[in-house]
């Protein structure tokens, strides 16, 4: 930017903007709710595991 385009108002130059930064909370989940997730995790691998076995040993068969 030039000098010339930089716009500077004295009227309000000591009127500043309060800008506040807050943390974010963490995360809490119940223990019914973790233990839910991480069952459906293990079961969801399991029948990708079981679905990919089937798959290769159908094209093993051709």
């Given amino acids: 930017m030039q ?3 930089v716009y500077f108002d004295e009227e309000t130059a ?3 903007d ?3 930064w807050y943390e974010s909370r963490p995360v809490t989940v119940s223990t019914a709710v973790a233990t839910g997730s991480i069952v459906a995790a293990f079961a969801l691998g399991v029948l990708t595991a079981v679905g990919a076995l ?3 040993g ?3 068969d051709n």
């Fill in 3 to 5: 000098a010339e385009d």
């Fill in 14 to 16: 000591d009127e500043a």
């Fill in 18 to 20: 309060i800008v506040e």
């Fill in 54 to 56: 089937a798959l290769l």
């Fill in 58 to 60: 159908y094209m093993d």
